[in-house]
């Protein structure tokens, strides 16, 4: 079983539909929490991080964490077509002084004008 | 800003051969990674720096080495390539001590193994 788990997708969704992206983990030791998005043939780019329980909203998105049930998840509110692309869930145990990244799979998303 | 620059862009090589992925980062960061990205895979660390001086096996290890030049610069050298190791390569940076564990990543490498 992998520590970090997330529906490759494909997921299509109508311009302007509420998208939901999850992930799944098994180590309760992780401590921070963050979501990538990798647009085609280009470098991942942070979009946001958070390090508890609970929500975090930056504009159209929203992290959610709920360490008690180990499952984090991605909102987009009035998705665009912009926003299609590959969503890439990560996670660190923040206590280590090496940094390392444990990722899930990628949501690959397409928003359809 | 550049951020993190990889070079090159894109290879084509022949079973055997040798070549040297480069990246820099102009951040004044102390750890430095590489990622292979293969479909429905994610991202698999390769290797890691987690300070000038130092570097670390990550989860797919073989057939690769590493050199950390400076605080700049973190190389990855396949020594004989394999088709295997046909993948698109990505190095990223992080600031020690920063907000979480955030790591900034470079555009990659296209790598194809014939």
């Known amino acids: 079983q992998k520590e970090v788990e997330q529906d490759p997708g494909p997921l299509s969704v109508p311009e302007g539909a509420i998208v939901s992206l999850n992930c799944t983990y098994s180590n309760s030791a992780f401590q921070y929490f963050m979501w990538y998005r990798q647009y085609s043939r280009k470098g991942p780019e942070l979009l946001m991080y958070t390090y508890s329980s609970g929500n975090k909203e930056d504009g159209r998105f929203t992290a959610q964490v709920d360490k008690s049930s180990k499952y984090i998840s991605l909102f987009i509110r009035d998705s665009q077509p912009s926003d299609s692309a590959t969503y890439l869930c990560?996670?660190?145990?923040?206590?280590?002084?090496?940094?390392?990244?444990?990722f899930g799979q990628g949501t690959t998303l397409q928003v359809k004008p | 800003n550049a951020g993190v620059t990889q070079t090159p862009k894109f290879q084509v090589l022949k079973t055997g051969q040798s070549m040297t992925l480069q990246c820099a980062q102009d951040?004044?960061?102390?750890?430095m990674y590489w990622y292979r990205q293969d479909p429905g895979m994610g991202l698999r660390l390769i290797y890691y720096?987690?300070?000038?001086?130092?570097?670390d096996k990550g989860e797919v290890p073989n057939g690769y080495n590493v050199s950390r030049l400076n605080k700049r610069e973190f190389s990855l050298r396949l020594e004989s390539a394999a088709p295997s190791q046909t993948s698109v390569y990505f190095c990223?940076?992080?600031?020690?001590?920063?907000?979480?564990?955030?790591?900034?990543f470079g555009a990659g490498t296209r790598l194809s193994v014939l």
């Open positions: 720096s987690a300070s000038e001086g130092t570097t």
């Open positions: 951040m004044n960061h102390n750890s």
């Open positions: 990560a996670m660190s145990f923040g206590s280590s002084n090496t940094g390392k990244l444990i």
């Open positions: 990223a940076s992080r600031l020690a001590g920063g907000p979480g564990d955030i790591q900034y």
